[in-house]
């Protein structure tokens, strides 16, 4: 069973299109997150939610909403994709900052 | 703010070579400190941890120590081998209720036989 599991792998979409990520972990924690992975590798929190409340909302365009049903299901929805929205987005989850995280495997959007 | 700052890469070692990625952050307080490691079109993994000053983090050969003098958590490893080749992510956390991981740039590891 995977503990932190995505939806979908790859993504390829036209520019304008509106698209979602959904993100499920059954580990049982508290607290998941979205972050962005650029071209470059550098990775940077998106959001995060801690049973269902929304705690981190970096300066993320409003384009980007993110929704979580319950505490193992955090989902990305994305309105008007741009070419600067491509990129590997990873879910992730924690139970405690000292604990660290686990990582989903990462969906690659391509926007064309 | 908060920031971490690794070694540039790409790391090019032949294999049983010495492995060190330097890593040195910036953060008021105690933050904990991990090493992450990312295979190629994978995500990313806890490769090692530590919480506070003089700990020392272990995991499959790897180990860092928490120097708080020196603000450093260098990665080193006696022996690395091909399988090492990948993406290797310093990281802090503040001790807060956020959890936020800031991340380093990530250094390329790439190990040939």
């Known amino acids: 069973d995977t503990a932190v599991s995505q939806t979908p792998k790859y993504l390829v979409t036209q520019m304008g299109n509106d698209k979602s990520i959904k993100c499920e972990q059954n580990?049982?924690?508290?607290?998941m997150y979205w972050y962005k992975q650029d071209s470059k590798k550098f990775l940077k929190i998106m959001f995060s939610?801690?049973?269902?409340?929304?705690?981190i909302n970096e300066t993320v365009p409003n384009r980007f909403s993110p929704k979580s049903p319950d505490k193992a299901h955090l989902n990305l929805h994305i309105n008007s994709l741009e070419l600067g929205d491509s990129a590997v987005y990873f879910c992730?989850?924690?139970?405690?900052?000292?604990?660290?995280?686990?990582f989903g495997s990462g969906t690659r959007l391509t926007v064309v | 703010g908060d920031s971490v700052t690794q070694m540039e890469g790409p790391v090019t070692l032949s294999e049983e070579a010495f492995l060190t990625i330097n890593c040195t952050y910036t953060?008021?307080?105690?933050?904990?400190l991990f090493w992450y490691v990312q295979y190629p079109g994978e995500g990313l993994q806890l490769l090692l941890k530590?919480?506070?000053?003089?700990d020392k983090g272990s995991n499959k050969g790897f180990e860092a120590t928490y120097r708080k003098e020196t603000t450093s958590f260098h990665l080193e490893k006696g022996s690395v081998q091909v399988s090492d080749s990948a993406v290797y992510f310093c990281?802090?956390?503040?001790?807060?209720?956020?959890?936020?991981?800031?991340f380093g740039q990530g250094t390329t590891l790439q190990v040939k036989p």
């Open positions: 992730a989850s924690s139970q405690g900052v000292s604990y660290g995280y686990t």
């Open positions: 580990l049982g924690h508290d607290t």
């Open positions: 939610y801690n049973n269902k409340e929304l705690i």
């Open positions: 953060a008021t307080g105690y933050p904990s």
């Open positions: 530590a919480t506070k000053a003089d």
């Open positions: 990281a802090l956390a503040r001790s807060s209720n956020t959890g936020k991981l800031i």
